[in-house]
């Protein structure tokens, strides 16, 4: 089973969800039965920020002095072997062009929140071959859950 914990400091987030926790925990029982976890319990901590915020963390953790549309780190804390990481998401990003449609915005953040998932299961995209690997999985997932919640 998979646990999230949402936790947002920008307030644009709350304009476009509403029950931010609910939003997220009703993607993670959409996903297909391979990444359920049902077997064992699982966390991570999601985190809602905006361009400024991500930006820093971008700087901080991998020297690009950028905001970013999303920020994985996967967990390698063995103490806590039930905890896989934290995923931060830019608003500012999802929010492009404003223009777009409050279920264009929902779907935007579906597939990146799933592409922050999958590198918390040590998923990547550097290579060539890991790059296919992962868009099949990315889509794999995003098939279930819009199928799920639609």
């Not at 820093?56 to 780190?73: A, E, G, M, V, Y």
């Not at 500012?92 to 929010?95: E, G, L």
């Given at each position: 089973m998979i646990s999230v914990d949402v936790v947002s400091e920008e307030k644009a987030w709350s304009k476009k969800?509403?029950?931010?926790?609910?939003?997220?925990?009703?993607?993670c029982r959409s996903f297909p039965k391979k990444?359920?976890?049902l077997q064992k319990?699982?966390?991570f901590t999601l985190l809602l920020f905006n361009n400024k915020r991500i930006k820093?963390?971008?700087?901080?953790?991998?020297?690009?002095?950028?905001?970013?549309?999303?920020?994985?780190?996967p967990s390698n804390n063995k103490i806590k072997e039930n905890y896989i990481g934290d995923i931060i998401i830019s608003y500012?990003?999802?929010?492009k062009p404003k223009s777009q449609s409050l279920k264009s915005f929902k779907k935007k953040l579906i597939?990146?929140?799933?592409?922050?998932?999958?590198?918390?299961?040590n998923f990547d995209h550097i290579k060539?071959?890991?790059?296919?690997?992962?868009?099949k999985e990315e889509e794999l997932i995003y098939k279930s859950v819009i199928s799920k919640l639609s």
């Open positions: 969800l509403k029950k931010k926790e609910l939003f997220f925990k009703k993607i990444y359920k976890f319990k699982i966390n820093k963390l971008n700087k901080s953790f991998r020297n690009k002095n950028k905001p970013t549309d999303i920020l994985s780190f500012n990003f999802i929010d597939k990146t929140f799933i592409h922050g998932f999958l590198h918390l299961l060539d071959k890991d790059h296919i690997k992962m868009l």
